[in-house]
């Protein structure tokens, strides 16, 4: 309040010592008035004693004024400056992170389709109508299972015969070699009756065949698809009559360069699969196969993963993208990478010194440091020069410090750092 009353007082003091100038100007500085009728200067009466004595008063006391004024906005500049040399911003609060070392192994990205580990499209060898349908579409089947049946009534009458036909060729046969045995009949004739009975075992065998194929039975246990044929419709061989797939477990088929072949041997590698159709999922596996060749085309070696899917949530043909840990693990330096303050000079982390101030207490600053960074995983990158386990780290507030800022560290991290971080609702 008396800061601002003195401001007012030197404010009015300026407004009254330029008005003086301002009359000082005038009456020194005004031409000497003529007469314009006879174009001769106008005498004055000369100034008198007073009148100069009183002018030379003011002019005096402004003086003085204007003096006394400069000193004291000297000094309030002085003293705003050293104000602003001895002002400490107040510390910002942030939150750090230890610089750990960590075990990691190379991480490879690849994508792939998943795919049945037993699949078929059934259809039958036979044509007929179809007189039964032993199953639902997208029910479950075990191996062994009528599924559909077709007309066999023509091939049963046919069995029939074949049989009758093939016990009387026995019987002649079994008559040929009594006689033979009594030398009335030829060798040649016993052997025409033989083969008798051999053709017709062939026919009868060759008709329970037709209505063997007649009856498709489910070759392995699985899923039945959408069937494709209807009760009493007419099909004839080869017509696809409904899909089965076995998916439990499933086939993760996938790619990798030919430099990574001799990894992919490795039973223990362990491969991660992300799908888009279950966000903030994966899914873990091991790899099964994989192809003895390269192709000559893209370099590239096929690997097969199996995945459990006891739920058949995974289908055959979805994509997804993989994750696979190959080699052997190495010992790195690996912190959080919201540490890192991007540019395009080089990335940098600031790290956390802890020294005694000038008043001898103790003080928590920064300082920037450039690193040069490694492969990221989760919330973790690798550090492969710039800093050394067991460093303190700002994770976050970074983007209002500066080199020897002083900070508030803040024990509270809202999201803890993961190396498989997930997606959560709030």
Request: glycine share 8%; hydrophobic share 40%; proline share 5%.
């Amino acid at each position: 309040m008396v800061k601002t009353w003195l401001v007012g007082i030197l404010h009015k003091g300026i407004f009254i010592c330029f008005k003086y100038i301002q009359r000082l100007c005038i009456y020194f500085l005004s031409p000497t008035p003529y007469d314009s009728r006879t174009h001769n200067p106008i005498k004055e009466a000369p100034m008198t004693a007073p009148v100069k004595k009183q002018i030379t008063y003011t002019a005096a006391v402004m003086l003085l004024f204007i003096v006394v004024l400069g000193i004291i906005k000297f000094i309030q500049i002085r003293i705003a400056i050293a104000e602003h040399a001895s002002f400490a911003p107040p510390p910002a609060a942030v939150t750090t992170a230890r610089v750990s070392r960590s075990s990691w192994r190379d991480l490879f990205q690849t994508v792939g389709s998943f795919a049945a580990v037993k699949g078929a499209t059934l259809s039958t060898q036979e044509s007929g109508n179809v007189v039964r349908v032993g199953f639902e579409s997208g029910s479950k089947v075990r191996e062994g299972q009528v599924l559909i049946e077709l007309d066999r009534s023509v091939e049963e009458g046919n069995l029939k015969g074949a049989i009758a036909r093939l016990e009387l060729a026995k019987q002649n046969l079994a008559r040929a070699k009594a006689l033979k045995s009594q030398s009335a009949m030829s060798a040649a004739t016993l052997e025409d009756y033989e083969a008798r009975v051999v053709q017709a075992e062939a026919d009868v065998q060759s008709i329970r065949g037709v209505i063997e194929r007649k009856t498709i039975l489910a070759p392995f246990s699985g899923r039945a698809g959408i069937r494709a044929v209807n009760l009493g419709q007419y099909v004839t061989a080869g017509t696809p009559l409904v899909p089965l797939y076995s998916v439990e477990p499933i086939h993760f088929n996938f790619t990798v360069p030919q430099q990574l072949a001799p990894l992919m041997r490795d039973s223990q590698a362990r491969v991660v699969i992300t799908v888009d159709a279950f966000p903030g999922r994966t899914f873990e596996g091991a790899i099964s196969a994989v192809n003895p060749n390269i192709n000559e085309i893209t370099r590239a070696v096929d690997v097969q993963a199996t995945i459990p899917n006891d739920k058949e949530e995974l289908l055959p043909g979805m994509f997804g993208s993989a994750q696979l840990e190959v080699g052997q693990a190495k010992d790195i330096v690996t912190m959080p990478v919201s540490s890192v303050q991007y540019a395009p000079y080089g990335n940098s982390v600031y790290v956390v010194e802890r020294k005694a101030s000038a008043t001898g207490e103790q003080e928590t600053t920064v300082r920037q440091q450039i690193v040069q960074l490694g492969t990221r995983r989760g919330d973790f990158v690798s550090v492969l020069r710039g800093l050394s386990d067991g460093d303190e780290v700002v994770t976050s507030g970074g983007f209002k410090l500066r080199p020897g800022a002083v900070v508030a560290i803040q024990t509270e991290q809202s999201v803890p750092a993961s190396d498989k971080p997930t997606v959560k609702d709030s």
